[in-house]
């Protein structure tokens, strides 16, 4: 596999963007509390995360049930900030926007210029249960012509790493609904690190309805970049720079080096 930015290359088949167009309000569900335990299943394997009632996170790396760090965090609306308890791995603190249903958790940059904990805290994350969540979804499904149910599910798919079962999902959602941005941001993501042709496509569908993504920038530069055009790639990722995703400045300026001034 070609290179990929190594402080993103843990992220890429999870980033999203925010709001989907149909349902840019309801950012969190009614009903739905942060507290409680969140797992992951990246390439690295399995994170846990317990958001406490007290404002702090125990983070378990591996989530063998060891509590590798504790930090804070403070919630206002639909947005989170995650300050390191100690200051010394994240000195300052990083902002992320919160999508929540009962399915799933997910967190979007709003600003960080921690490398360490967007890798962390990026992406979808789902109940411990989440098989049984999943069982729950499978037989909603059967019943229902609901394309919402197949979202649920491939996000779900997307937690727990089962990333073929997430774009067969997807594939299906974009059928019904052609013009959610955000959708073709996660098909996007299911797609490397083997059709990065099929990355761009998804990402100039993603632009052409959300120009301002600095998601779909930052992936279709990833995309861009490990297919040669890479002066190409690194205007994505100064769009992706200038609307928001300030942390690539640093992440990619070896690769950029020779386009950027």
């Known amino acids: 596999m070609k290179r990929i930015s190594i402080v993103f290359i843990l992220i890429i088949v999870t980033v999203w963007s925010c709001n989907d167009n149909k349902n840019k309000q309801a950012v ?10 969140w797992v992951r299943i990246g390439q690295t394997g ?3 995360f317990n958001f406490k009632e007290n404002g702090l ?3 378990d790396f591996g989530n063998d049930q060891i509590i590798d760090v504790v930090t804070k965090y403070e919630v206002s609306g ?6 390191d308890k100690d200051g010394k791995m994240c000195p300052s603190s990083g902002q992320y926007k919160m999508y929540q249903t009962k399915y799933y958790l997910a967190f979007d940059l709003i600003d960080d210029d921690c490398g360490g904990r967007i890798k962390t805290t990026m992406g979808f994350w789902t109940k411990p249960n989440f098989k049984d969540l999943i069982k729950q979804l499978d037989e909603e499904i059967v019943k229902s012509t609901n394309p919402e149910l197949q979202l649920n599910r491939a996000r779900m798919y997307m937690a ?7 774009r067969e999902d ?3 959602y974009l059928v019904s609904d052609t013009l959610n941005a955000r959708v073709y941001i996660n098909r996007a993501g299911t797609r490397f690190p083997n059709d990065l042709v099929g990355v761009v496509s998804d990402c100039n569908k993603s632009i052409s309805i959300d120009p301002n993504n600095k998601n779909a920038y930052f992936l279709r530069g990833l995309a861009r970049y490990e297919l040669g055009d890479k002066e190409e790639g690194c ?3 100064s769009k992706a720079i200038a609307l928001g995703f300030s942390v690539l400045r640093i992440a990619e300026q070896e690769k950029c080096v020779d386009y950027w001034n």
């Open 28 to 37: 969190i569900e009614p009903g739905n509390s942060i507290v409680g335990k």
């Open 46 to 48: 399995p994170i846990g």
């Open 57 to 59: 996170i125990e983070a």
């Open 78 to 83: 639909d947005t989170i900030k995650f300050i």
């Open 160 to 166: 727990t790493g089962m990333i073929d079962k997430a």
């Open 170 to 172: 997807f594939n299906s």
């Open 235 to 237: 205007e994505d990722f």
